[in-house]
């Protein structure tokens, strides 16, 4: 085979990071030949999302493509049901990422026509051959450097993604926020037993030992309540899932799905819980924990956000929270109504020179958070950087006593963030300023 792949990108591959692939014919008379140029053809089943077109480098003769840029125009994320009642236990979030075939060949003009040959079957870096080649990407952006964060470049080590796809022990959810240690233990996440949330993970078809559910464990105190066991639904075609995570979400999940005869699945006496994937093996991800709390002065914001693996995150700010609009106004000037019809001037304090023709605010909210350790406030950092944040807002529709919720965009957070360490800093809480995704405009003169 003349057209070879000298360099393929791994499975699971973050879409808003470098998805690169080099392409090398290694017939010189061909690629020799006037406008030569390498093509990569990307496919969703049948349909052409796009061709990209490379020349090849002067001095190697090397085709160097970037396929993010097509795979993330088709990507965007998935957030859970909120208010649902009798919901399955294993969302496929298909939005959040694409399985797409890729097909090799290049293009010509010898002779001053255009000559195109496309689907060649190629060799690959580990000697195999095939005309088409299908790529897994998913809707994770990857630093390419903070401290102990996963970066872009730890992601391309040999099978890395296997950390978050692989059904063992040591599988790891899509978030960089701490697991937690132990039930009750001040470090683990902290939720209320209203709030609404899910945890996100890869999953491998082929992965040995299957995903037949997870586990909820609560603790009343360091008591042991009642595990529950929570088995999913056909998972053939699922690559990128959310589960219920959050206290309310784990109750509404449909009674077939669960070990016990009916829900609640987190009492309400249960102080905290841990979370765990089961495969037909035995353990399938580390314990993800919570502690649940109720916070009585101050009303209780939570935030949804985007992190940088692909999953929703999601962080209560317990302190005080102050709201605030933004007023901007225009005016124009006129002269004031005060000729009279006799022709005399009536001068008058009550008459306007200035009218206002434009007026728009824009509400914001500050937040403060408890007190928090290193580990959470360095996770933070996702938060003021996400792209896609909503505050998640309890209401009443008039006439109505449930409360339901509801997501408000946020266009944007300002808050200072810089990195802090356990043998500096021990206990600091996170100011943070909103702004919202909306506008509100009054009535013009």
């Not at 924990?289 to 999601?314: K, P, W």
């Amino acid at each position: 085979m003349s057209l070879e792949i000298k360099y393929l990108p791994q499975q699971y591959r973050t879409v808003y990071n470098p998805v690169e692939i080099v392409m090398l014919e290694t017939n010189s008379t061909t690629r020799g030949y006037v406008g030569f140029a390498y093509l990569i053809d990307v496919k969703d089943g049948g349909n052409l999302l796009g061709r990209l077109r490379v020349p090849p480098t002067q001095s190697t003769g090397f085709g160097r493509f970037d396929m993010s840029g097509v795979m993330k125009s088709y990507m965007s994320s998935d957030f859970g049901l909120l208010n649902g009642s009798n919901i399955e236990s294993m969302f496929d979030n298909t939005n959040s990422y694409k399985d797409l075939s890729l097909q090799f060949g290049w293009i010509h003009y010898n002779g001053g026509t255009a000559t195109i040959s496309m689907n060649q079957t190629v060799t690959f870096p580990d000697s195999t051959t095939a005309n088409s080649f299908n790529l897994l990407t998913f809707n994770g952006s990857l630093p390419n450097y903070r401290r102990d964060v996963v970066n872009f470049y730890d992601w391309q080590n040999t099978n890395y993604y296997q950390n978050y796809s692989s059904n063992v022990l040591t599988r790891k959810f899509l978030t960089n926020s701490p697991p937690g240690i132990s039930q009750n233990n001040q470090y683990n996440q902290k939720v209320k037993y209203n709030d609404e949330g899910y945890l996100y993970f890869l999953y491998d078809n082929s992965s040995a030992g299957g995903l037949t559910g997870f586990v909820v464990q609560p603790y009343n105190n360091n008591i042991a309540m009642t595990q529950v066991t929570v088995s999913t639904p056909t998972l053939s075609t699922f690559k990128h899932i959310r589960i219920p995570s959050a206290p309310a979400t784990l109750n509404k999940i449909t009674g077939p799905r669960l070990s016990i005869p009916s829900q609640p699945i987190i009492p309400t006496t249960a102080t905290s819980y841990y979370i765990q994937l089961i495969t037909e093996e035995g353990v399938g991800s580390q314990k993800f924990y919570y502690n649940i709390e109720t916070e009585c002065r101050y009303e209780t914001r939570r935030i949804e956000f985007l992190n940088s693996l692909g999953g929703f995150d999601y962080f209560n700010f317990t302190k005080v929270s102050k709201h605030s609009e933004e007023i901007e106004r225009k005016f124009f000037q006129t002269t004031a109504n005060d000729l009279t019809s006799t022709g005399s001037i009536n001068y008058s304090i009550s008459n306007r020179e200035k009218v206002q023709y434009y007026t728009k605010s824009s509400p914001k909210m500050k937040l403060t958070s408890d007190w928090i350790d290193s580990k959470t406030y360095n996770w933070l950092l996702e938060l003021i950087e996400s792209p896609e944040i909503y505050l998640l807002d309890s209401y009443a529709l008039p006439n109505e006593d449930a409360i339901n919720l509801r997501r408000i965009p946020v266009k944007n957070i300002n808050g200072n963030w810089e990195e802090k360490s356990d043998s500096v800093d021990k206990l600091f809480n996170l100011e943070i300023d909103l702004e919202f995704g909306m506008d509100n405009f009054r009535q013009s003169f």
